[in-house]
């Protein structure tokens, strides 16, 4: 990258340097002046690498002496706090020193929020959307190049607090605060990719409980966002009702041409779904690429244990990633229900009065031709739990070890609930 823009340096006189540059700066005023949103909002789209910034940024690096330009101007010189930075920021990027592009970045973004603030009326409110994605984006590229460099990755944490700015910038402040919710999404990315998703609930508690934001105000791209990202939370507090509302809100209002972030939803909708009984359809999986579900499906439908532990041990790395291997793993006592059901429903075929008497040791047996070893102890210690957490109805007769089933629904479904914890 850095090469190349020296080559088209090269190639460019130093009077079309002066030209592209004063054209930028004729862009930057314009829009100010005639409040042209959607011409402002593609000057500062630095990662985006739109060519009218690169061949700007060639010229930079060419003509040495922007600065004086912009401060000699009367058009210019009110936001020399925003372009100077800007355009330091713009030369960096173009030669590849991203650490460099961000530090001046972070500068133009602080200097637009205090203009921002100036405006009475939101409409450069999409120029500062395309700033907070970019501070991010560049923050973890400089993060890598720190990381790469044997350094500590600091920028995205920084890049953070400035988006709490925007933030404070944002709340309750009229036609703005529509604003709110796209920067609270982009604040979750960061505390994501951070690994400290606690910082979350301050800007969560803003958006639910201040009385200044309506909900449906939002635009409906950033209450999706929104949704997913609070839906995951919900699935980290183990808090599955809440968190099928979310995700399922997030799935019905995605954009159905956006198969990759339904696909995105559906990796943390369907273990909630099946932590609540609700079993997903094979051509879902199939058609959204998420067959890793496939056969934890099949266990469940089964009762088989052993293809469940399989599927676990085949996925583990790509569950544990998005968070939800603990939630599937619980999905064992569904299985065993499964699997003492099967035993019943065997049973009253052959001899229905004596169907909802269950030995412990037939249910070892079927462990034992799945492989797994399991003793007469360890199997009444389960079965205690699935009637505990009413995936089962009955009782032991202790001494001739055998649980005796409820003749009336002996295996309760969730509908939709999560089990008794």
């Known amino acids: 990258m850095a090469y190349m823009s020296m080559s088209m340096s090269m190639n460019m006189s130093m009077g079309e340097a002066h030209r592209r540059i004063t054209e930028y700066l004729n862009r930057f005023s314009d829009a100010i002046s005639s409040q042209d949103g959607a011409s402002f909002k593609s000057l500062f789209a630095l990662s985006s690498n739109s060519p009218f910034l690169l061949s700007l940024a060639d010229a930079l690096n060419l003509f040495q002496d922007a600065n004086r330009l912009i401060k000699q101007s009367d058009n210019y010189s009110p936001y020399a706090d925003i372009l100077v930075p800007l355009f330091r920021s713009l030369q960096n990027y173009?030669?590849?020193?991203?650490?460099?592009?961000?530090?001046?970045?972070?500068?133009?973004?602080?200097?637009?929020?205090?203009?921002?603030?100036?405006?009475?009326?939101?409409?450069?409110?999409?120029?500062?959307?395309?700033?907070?994605?970019?501070?991010?984006?560049?923050?973890?590229?400089?993060?890598?190049?720190?990381?790469?460099?044997?350094?500590?990755?600091?920028?995205?944490?920084?890049?953070?607090?400035?988006?709490?700015?925007?933030?404070?910038?944002?709340?309750?402040?009229?036609?703005?605060?529509?604003?709110?919710?796209?920067?609270?999404?982009?604040?979750?990315?960061?505390?994501?990719?951070l690994g400290t998703v606690h910082l979350c609930r301050s800007v969560i508690r803003s958006i639910e409980t201040a009385r200044i934001f309506d909900f449906e105000e939002f635009p409906k791209r950033d209450k999706v966002t929104y949704m997913y990202y609070t839906g995951r939370l919900e699935v980290f507090n183990e808090n599955f009702p809440a968190a099928d509302h979310k995700l399922s809100y997030a799935l019905k209002h995605c954009n159905p041409q956006s198969e990759a972030n339904i696909r995105m939803i559906l990796k943390h909708l369907i273990p909630v779904k099946l932590s609540i009984g609700i079993l997903p359809k094979n051509s879902l999986l199939e058609r959204y690429n998420l067959l890793e579900y496939g056969n934890i499906v099949q266990a469940l439908r089964r009762g088989d244990l052993r293809l469940l532990r399989h599927a676990l041990q085949d996925h583990e790395d790509r569950f544990l990633r998005s968070g939800v291997y603990l939630v599937l793993e619980k999905l064992e006592l569904q299985v065993y229900q499964r699997l003492v059901k099967k035993i019943y429903i065997i049973q009253k075929q052959k001899d229905p009065n004596r169907a909802h008497q269950v030995k412990l040791e037939v249910i070892v047996k079927a462990l034992k031709w799945l492989e797994i070893d399991m003793d007469v102890d360890e199997v009444e210690c389960i079965m205690a739990i699935l009637i505990y957490k009413n995936l089962m109805k009955g009782y032991f007769a202790h001494k001739s070890k055998v649980v005796v089933l409820s003749k009336q629904d002996p295996f309760p479904k969730l509908n939709g609930k999560p089990v008794n914890s």
């Open 94 to 193: 173009r030669q590849n020193y991203l650490l460099e592009a961000y530090n001046a970045f972070e500068k133009t973004a602080n200097a637009f929020i205090q203009e921002f603030r100036n405006w009475e009326s939101a409409w450069a409110m999409e120029a500062l959307y395309v700033i907070v994605y970019n501070i991010r984006v560049l923050a973890e590229k400089a993060d890598k190049e720190l990381a790469s460099n044997g350094k500590s990755p600091e920028k995205l944490k920084g890049a953070g607090s400035v988006l709490m700015k925007v933030f404070g910038t944002l709340a309750g402040k009229g036609s703005k605060r529509v604003g709110a919710l796209y920067v609270t999404c982009q604040l979750f990315k960061i505390y994501f990719k």
